[in-house]
């Protein structure tokens, strides 16, 4: 039995592929803005807050406050400035440093004196760059802020003129501000989220478009298989009917050179045949105490007959006949075939079993091919069979056809035919058995297709053969073969 595969989905491919695509270049561009937002926000501290710090730093710092930065009057300038940078209240801490990287004042006053030199940030402000970025307290320069957690942190230099060469300034020393960073991480939340939300609803538009078109396509293209399927399935079976017409009319061709041969033959034969037998009979009533003379003419006479019967049968498989409807009870007619056959039968030692259904409507046919038929079915079927065999045969009404029909079935476990050689038990001539003609399934396919009925074979080594007659009621009901 052949599986069907499953067919493979378009949309469904389409859907899994889409869906972890978009997912992942969303995914990417939701990380990239957020760096950028992210870079946006410290942009805005680096030049925003970090010009507000240098204003306040240069209004009340001098350049010489970090020089010399242990005098009163420049820790109280420090203070001051401190004091103004406090009207933000985002700052949490102010550090200043000199030009050799040391904490020259801090709200932090153990921070006082302590210098650092490996501070990265503390380093390329010292050469004019505003640094600003978000800090977790994990540097030796923040032991004492451990406990701000996350903070915003700004390394912002402070410049004064030199005043030998006018317009040129040189970074004094650089303000270290520490910022609660909740209103920057608000933003960036804000910003992070509509983000996330345009680009999923992007991302949603963008697939639904997608799955529109791509399901639209596959539905045509599904149309377009299921219309090729059909095309095939519809060519298969003109393919196959042609196969059944060529096959018929070989069978036809066939038969009817071996009818015009069989035909010059049996007349060229029959003749003489006739002759012969007369001679013998005439013999044979005119010996007298003789016994084994009157035996070899009985002998002549017997196979005459037989050579003759076989001539019919041989005339009858390939020339034309003309039915003679009547109605035909096919019960009966079987019950008459199986009491000419019982004394075979018995002698055969043969079990016999009949199911005949007692409600069989009666036949429009010929009875006398019919009789042929199933006698040649039924003979065949005995042939088939050696002592202790069975030998069963059955009817029934038939009513899924369309037309009410008759079914008669013919069943024995004898030896089996191969499959190789099944196609070929209805052809003229070929027979399984050392004995036989070959012609009596021919002559029974060929009076049954005449009825409008069909007849099949079912085989196999070991397991017997049963064979089927359906025989419409009324002829004109079925389909012409």
């Given at each position: 039995m052949k599986i069907p595969l499953p067919k493979p989905s378009l949309i469904r491919s389409f859907a899994l592929a889409s869906l972890l695509t978009i997912a992942f270049i969303t995914g990417f561009q939701v990380a990239v803005q957020w760096v950028l937002l992210s870079e946006d926000f410290l942009e805005w501290e680096r030049t925003s807050g970090a010009d507000a710090i240098r204003a306040q730093a240069s209004a009340s710092l001098r350049g010489e406050d970090f020089v010399r930065w242990d005098t009163a009057e420049a820790q109280t300038r420090f203070e001051q400035f401190f004091q103004r940078a406090l009207l933000n209240p985002e700052v949490l801490r102010v550090k200043v440093y000199n030009a050799d990287m040391q904490v020259v004042w801090s709200d932090e006053p153990r921070l006082r004196g302590a210098r650092f030199p490996d501070n990265a940030h503390l380093a390329r402000a010292l050469q004019g760059q505003t640094v600003a970025h978000v800090e977790r307290s994990k540097k030796p320069e923040n032991l004492y802020e451990r406990h701000f957690g996350q903070a915003v942190e700004?390394?912002?230099p402070v410049a004064f003129s030199t005043g030998r060469t006018p317009g040129l300034a040189a970074v004094a020393g650089v303000v270290e501000v520490y910022k609660n960073p909740a209103r920057v991480l608000a933003n960036l939340s804000?910003?992070?989220w509509a983000i996330i939300g345009a680009s999923l609803a992007g991302a949603l538009v963008l697939y639904a478009a997608l799955f529109g078109i791509v399901r639209r396509a596959s539905r045509q293209l599904d149309a377009q298989r299921q219309d090729l399927e059909r095309q095939t399935e519809a060519l298969g079976a003109a393919n196959r009917e042609l196969r059944a017409t060529q096959e018929q009319l070989r069978a036809a061709e066939r038969l009817a050179a071996i009818g015009e041969v069989s035909a010059a033959v049996a007349h060229g034969i029959r003749n003489p045949l006739a002759n012969i037998r007369a001679s013998a009979?005439?013999?044979?009533?005119?010996t007298e105490g003789s016994p084994g003379v009157a035996k070899y003419l009985g002998t002549i006479t017997a196979e005459v007959d037989r050579l003759d019967r076989w001539l019919r049968s041989l005339l009858d498989a390939v020339r034309p006949f003309e039915l003679r409807?009547?109605?035909?009870?096919?019960g009966r007619l079987i019950e008459d075939l199986l009491g000419l056959l019982r004394e075979r039968v018995a002698q055969g030692q043969i079990k016999l079993e009949v199911a005949l259904a007692p409600d069989l409507?009666?036949?429009?046919a010929d009875g006398v091919q019919l009789e042929q038929a199933l006698l040649g079915v039924l003979e065949n079927a005995l042939d088939a069979?050696?002592?202790?065999g069975t030998l069963r045969v059955r009817t029934a009404r038939v009513d899924g056809l369309g037309f009410p029909a008759v079914q008669v079935s013919v069943e024995d476990d004898g030896e089996g035919i191969p499959a190789d050689r099944l196609r070929q038990v209805f052809e003229p001539f070929f027979t399984t058995k050392s004995k036989g003609t070959g012609?009596?399934?021919?002559i029974a396919r060929k009076i049954v297709e005449g009825h409008g009925g069909r007849i099949t074979i079912e085989s196999a080594?070991?397991?017997?053969?049963?064979?089927?007659?359906v025989l419409p009621v009324e002829r004109s009901a079925a389909p012409t073969a």
């Open positions: 700004l390394y912002i804000r910003g992070r009979q005439v013999a044979l009533d005119t409807l009547g109605r035909v009870d096919a409507p009666a036949l429009t069979l050696g002592p202790g012609l009596g399934l021919a080594p070991a397991s017997g053969t049963t064979i089927r007659i």
